[in-house]
């Protein structure tokens, strides 16, 4: 995959739950919207997107990608030390890399995510997957709901917040 198209993989973290649409002639669901569009119309990512909008990443999220993204909720948000989102705010060169570390390049669905034991993010750094159970972690945040379909990759919404590992 090419920087720009690597670098339009920031869109990912907008994401979330997608209306997924089963197609009538397969089982497989069908994606009706972008990661942007599936973030807003889910509801319970408003941190998530603020902080898309703060870090100027909303087009890149409309760009084809593909992209697999792991959303962190508005409850996972709530999770992190104010002083943290704080700085975040504050300093957009680390907020990118904190909503880079939540994407993917590719689309890796949870029947490819629950194979592996790392994958590299747009970050460039790599997250840890491990599996217990019936249960994903990325890192040490639980997959909730994996599998959502956008036009451009696919989401798996978790219950904490990234942070990459300092340089």
């Not at 869109?11 to 497989?28: E, K, N, Q, R, Y």
């Not at 697999?68 to 705010?89: G, H, I, N, S, W």
């Amino acid at each position: 995959m090419n920087t720009a198209r690597t670098i339009l993989a920031l869109a990912g973290l907008a994401a979330v739950l997608a209306t997924a649409v089963a197609s009538p002639s397969t089982a497989a669901p069908r994606a009706e919207k972008d990661i942007v569009a599936t973030a807003v119309a889910a509801g319970n990512f408003t941190t998530l997107t603020k902080l898309v909008k703060r870090a100027g990443l909303v087009s890149t999220l409309r760009q084809p990608g593909p992209y697999t993204v792991f959303a962190p909720t508005d409850a996972a948000f709530k999770k992190v030390p104010k002083r943290t989102l704080t700085m975040l705010l504050h300093n957009k060169a680390k907020l990118r890399a904190v909503l880079l570390y939540h994407v993917v390049a590719g689309t890796v669905t949870a029947a490819d995510v629950v194979k592996l034991r790392s994958a590299k993010t747009v970050n460039g750094k790599s997250v840890r997957i491990r599996v217990a159970g019936s249960n994903v972690f990325v890192n040490a945040a639980k997959v909730t709901t994996p599998d959502i379909m956008a036009t451009n990759g696919v989401i798996h919404v978790i219950n904490r917040v990234l942070i990459p590992p300092a340089r």
